[in-house]
């Protein structure tokens, strides 16, 4: 399997360089991804530059980063600076970012080659990647069926083996969904732990950008380096406990393992509860203790999400007016602003920004938004008295396995409820992963694992301990 | 509940086309029905800045910080200029 190590070793020792493994990444790439689409660009020249330049530096004797080498692939809403970053809308679709997204400084001083961008739901908005602007995504286990959202493209490159690593970003679980329902490792940290400067917004109060990965390791190994106060985003914290994968140590003894009743629930597919069942029984067999518990307002943490989300989403997305971004129309300044957004938003986008300013409006904000900012603060007060009896929260990523491309498509409810599992996770700002823990109907089902804030090491050690007895998260696509 | 959608598209100057309007006129009461779930929940006694008591504001020295390069690559980004200024339509205008 390409991990992070093992090609950082091989560079290292001379065994391979670091351009003729972007090269082999670049060449899989051209002659697989039409059947995948995962990727809307790869930044060809650039990174065989780059990987020159990790190999110049061995030629030096130079002690190599972290990441040397390693390619690594950017959902479209993470801002390299020379390429366009449309966030999969016709709004951006000609905005070059001028600047670098700290999470992009931090991987290139780490030695990684950004591979290139990769598809994702408009805005990041969808939980199956069917809203872009820029067609479809195919899920890699089953060219038919979606590979989740939003991030899709990102999940999908490496579900697909075109690279080891990516960067995806989460608002709801746009990391997590699309990693269980493809069979990788997907990782939101606690809200606060990652910049988000350079991503386009979607809700400021719930983004967090995080890895897809094959391995815990490597989720790690990239969150080590991506992660860490950061000066321009104001909402970043000194970390008192930063992530080094060296030094975790997955065991499950003497681990407490939360399972809210609230996470089986009528409706979701019987296969898949029966998968995260077995997964929770390997957990029990392996040394923990597994503690059922109960949080009943994780039955509104969806309602509650959906008024957060749009109303913080409706106000980012105001600055999309035709004036700097999207396309000019001519006319007065109204008849601009509303040609403009007509033209450059898709349905998706529009359905979440009127739903967003008509509950900020004028007699339905108490109803609606102050509402839910009470039920997000009596959920957490319920979800903190759950992290003093246990030391994690687990259950179903996601309730189904990959649906069919177009099935949930002009079902907006029907889309919303495939991130039933994982917005409280986002609403509280708390880290989590989803790792493979199995199929249904031959495809993957996803064990999703959170803590409390800032306790992602946590969830790192609990999530590699299950992949240190089980090799779910070594089956690929093409072995089935 | 029911949404005025004109009025709201209006206020987030959104245009639609008519195939858009039906669509979200049939779709939208749905969605709100579904999230006015929230009216069953008990929040009485519930602080709802409790959640944000951990926020602290962060500052920088009040000093300026130039970045041509940036700055550059912002205006040349600008749909319509006058010089270094973004040109748009007249604000009072009629």
């Known amino acids: 399997m390409m991990t992070i190590k093992a090609i950082r070793d091989g560079i290292v020792a001379g065994q391979t360089t670091a351009e003729e493994v972007v090269r082999a990444c670049l060449k899989n790439i051209h002659e697989n991804d039409g059947k995948v689409h995962a990727f809307l660009e790869t930044f060809d020249d650039e990174a065989i530059e780059a990987a020159r330049v990790i190999d110049e530096r061995r030629k030096n004797g130079e002690e190599l980063p972290r990441l040397a080498g390693v390619p690594i692939a950017l959902k479209d809403n993470i801002l390299v600076p020379g390429h366009t970053a449309s966030a999969g809308s016709k709004m951006l679709k000609d905005y070059v970012a001028p600047y670098a997204a700290t999470v992009v400084e931090r991987l290139r001083a780490a030695g990684a080659i950004i591979i290139g961008r990769t598809n994702m739901d408009e805005f990041a908005m969808g939980s199956s990647t069917e809203t872009s602007a820029w067609g479809k995504t195919m899920n890699p286990w089953d060219a038919s069926r979606v590979p989740g959202g939003s991030s899709g493209g990102s999940c999908a490159a490496v579900a697909a083996g075109f690279v080891p690593v990516a960067l995806g970003s989460d608002t709801g679980g746009s990391i997590r969904q699309p990693a269980a329902l493809c069979g990788v490792v997907g990782l939101k940290p606690t809200y606060g732990r990652v910049s988000r400067y350079g991503i386009v917004a979607l809700a400021s109060s719930l983004d967090q950008v995080g890895p897809f990965a094959r391995t815990v390791e490597d989720a790690a190994l990239v969150l080590e380096v991506i992660e860490g106060k950061d000066e321009h985003d104001a909402t970043t914290v000194e970390l008192k406990e930063t992530t080094v994968p060296e030094l975790m140590a997955p065991k499950f003894d003497g681990v407490r393992v939360g399972v809210p009743k609230e996470f089986f629930i009528d409706g979701m597919d019987a296969d898949v509860r029966k998968v995260v069942e077995d997964a929770i029984a390997v957990m029990r067999e392996r040394g923990a203790e597994i503690i059922d518990i109960s949080i009943p307002l994780l039955k509104v943490a969806l309602p509650a999400y959906y008024i957060i989300m749009p109303a913080e989403a409706s106000s980012n997305l105001a600055r999309f007016d035709g004036m700097r971004y999207g396309t000019r129309a001519g006319g007065s300044l109204e008849e601009s602003y509303l040609a403009a957004r007509g033209e450059g938003f898709g349905r998706e986008v529009k359905r979440r920004i009127l739903l967003g300013s008509f509950i900020l409006s004028a007699g339905y904000y108490d109803a609606y938004y102050k509402k839910a900012i009470a039920v997000r603060a009596a959920l957490k007060a319920q979800v903190d008295a759950a992290f003093k009896e246990v030391d994690v929260i687990v259950g179903p990523t996601s309730p189904v396995v990959a649906w069919k491309l177009d099935e949930k498509f002009d079902d907006p409810i029907a889309m919303y409820l495939a991130d039933v599992f994982t917005v409280a996770t986002n609403i509280l700002g708390l880290p989590g992963i989803s790792v493979p823990c199995g199929f249904a109907h031959d495809l993957p089902v996803g064990l999703h694992i959170q803590a409390s804030n800032f306790d992602d090491n946590k969830v790192l050690e609990v999530a590699a301990a299950y992949q240190a007895v089980t090799d779910w998260h070594s089956r690929t696509p093409s072995e089935k | ?94």
């Open chain 2, 1 to 94: 509940m029911q949404i005025d959608i004109d009025h709201v598209a209006k206020l987030a100057k959104l245009q639609l086309n008519p195939d858009e309007r039906a669509m979200l006129a049939e779709q939208l009461p749905a969605i709100l029905d579904y999230i006015g779930q929230l009216q069953e929940v008990d929040t009485s006694g519930v602080d709802a800045k409790a959640y944000l008591t951990d926020a602290a504001n962060v500052f920088r020295a009040d000093e300026p910080r130039q970045n041509e390069a940036l700055r550059e690559a912002l205006v040349a980004m600008f749909p319509k200029k006058m010089g270094d200024a973004l040109e748009v339509p007249g604000v009072f205008a009629d």
